[in-house]
């Protein structure tokens, strides 16, 4: 008799004014199911078995008549989407709200069709798209009333009171979700954990992770509070995860790390070192921003021979008195060298983007529209990143004068810069972007 507990995985769909797949990818979920089958024992079986819904899937079936959501060169894309009803907390909100990622009928015919599971574990991302975390809880506890629903991710960290009140029956807000679970016997740490790509039919992006945590401690950032210093992966296991990704069939593959190039001798320069001696094909991103501080001229070379397609830089604002008070994660003569740097090293222009903070709450010392020069100025892209207020940072505490801290809807990143400057100058701020952009 086979006692191997079925596992559903489940990355939700969102709910949102807005959502493009750049590159998302549930990759804490598949590494818990890595710990999980890598630690078997502590479910006393002998094997593991997995399935997944993943309402982000861009390559599920339902796409395959949907040339509109057909990905670009580079594995981004639109989700299939449809306008709701906007939760009365944005009613002065001018946008749309929507909910993105596969229809609902498809779950359920899913649940209807397939013998239930003995776990369901549930993504759980963004604090402010609780409301598709719930609609899933609600789908499983319909039709498959005998599992256990697994919760986990940093919404649950940082809202764990919030996330308690969803349904699920169990709620990991101490980071197992990331991390793993297994037996605490167990001895192979969870960062060394295969993510399970393979349960996957067909995918073509994939998402990495060689190192954890950062050396900065962002006032606006939640690393420090997720990770307590910094930690590179093993490069043999870097490297056999790259192994196993390719062999799938992956094109891209997009960095999760929140300070990838830290310490880069360590970890990232041996192995962008066999990518190129080993003559792999791959496409790399980094949407979670380089710190231009760290843009060598060896480590831009590596990139660029390695296979890197975009890289996006961190750089939030270049008012000396914002970044001293932020963090000084980067200041502006070290953007301006790093893109030297890269372009050097033969990286297109096109390819290099500046992340500009909007909407914080130290806006009046930000200068935002100086910076958008600032960044033109180089020749490069500038993509705003809109501020997301988070409880437990210390600019989340700046923020409780605005709104209401514990409705994590109202963390979301649309609305918030709205509450803050009001339509008028969001969408002119918005406006100087793109006719910036448009003119490199």
């Not at 094109?251 to 990232?268: G, H, R, T």
């Not at 529209?369 to 500038?382: A, T």
Request: net charge neutral; hydrophobic share 40%.
């Amino acid at each position: 008799m086979n006692n191997t507990p079925s596992i559903l995985l489940v990355n939700p769909p969102i709910y949102d004014f807005s959502a493009y797949d750049f590159w998302l990818k549930p990759l804490g979920m598949l590494t818990a199911a890595g710990r999980i089958a890598d630690g078997a024992d502590s479910f006393d079986c002998d094997q593991d078995r997995f399935e997944i819904f993943d309402f982000l899937d861009r390559g599920h079936q339902f796409y395959s008549d949907k040339p509109q959501f057909k990905s670009d060169e580079w594995g981004r894309g639109e989700f299939f989407s449809i306008k709701i009803p906007k939760p009365q907390v944005f009613k002065n909100i001018p946008r749309y709200y929507r909910r993105f990622g596969l229809p609902g009928e498809i779950f359920t015919d899913f649940l209807q069709t397939h013998k239930p599971a003995d776990f369901a574990f549930v993504q759980a991302v963004m604090t402010y798209w609780y409301l598709g975390y719930e609609e899933v809880i609600k789908g499983l506890k319909k039709y498959w009333p005998g599992t256990k629903i697994v919760l986990g991710g940093p919404y649950c960290m940082i809202c764990p009171e919030h996330a308690e009140k969803l349904g699920a029956d169990f709620v990991f807000c101490d980071g197992a979700m990331d991390k793993g679970i297994t037996n605490p016997q167990h001895k192979v740490g969870g960062f060394r954990i295969q993510p399970r790509w393979d349960v996957y039919e067909r995918i073509e992006t994939a998402a990495m992770k060689i190192t954890r945590g950062c050396p900065f401690k962002c006032t606006y950032c939640t690393v420090p509070l997720f990770c307590d210093g910094f930690t590179a992966k093993p490069i043999e296991q870097a490297i056999e995860e790259l192994k196993f990704i390719v062999s799938l069939g992956v094109k891209n593959i997009a960095f999760y790390d929140d300070s990838l190039l830290y310490k880069s001798d360590e970890v990232l320069k041996p192995f962008l070192r066999y990518v190129i001696e080993d003559k792999i094909k791959i496409n790399f991103h980094t949407p979670n921003a380089l710190n231009a501080r760290f843009i060598d001229s060896e480590v831009a070379e590596l990139m660029v021979k390695a296979g890197f397609k975009s890289f996006y830089l961190g750089f939030e604002s270049r008012a000396g008195q914002f970044q001293r008070q932020t963090g000084a994660k980067v200041f502006d003569d070290e953007l301006a060298g790093a893109v030297k740097t890269l372009a050097g090293a033969g990286a297109n222009l096109n390819s290099i983007t500046a992340y500009l903070m909007f909407g914080h709450p130290r806006f009046e010392i930000q200068e935002v529209e100086d910076s958008l020069k600032f960044v033109n100025s180089l020749g490069i892209r500038i993509m705003l990143s809109e501020f997301s207020p988070i409880p437990g940072t210390a600019d989340g505490k700046l923020c409780e004068k605005y709104i209401d801290m514990n409705e994590p809807l109202l963390h979301n990143k649309t609305a918030f810069p709205i509450i803050l400057f009001g339509t008028e100058k969001v969408n002119r701020i918005k406006e100087m972007c793109h006719r910036l952009n448009h003119s490199v």
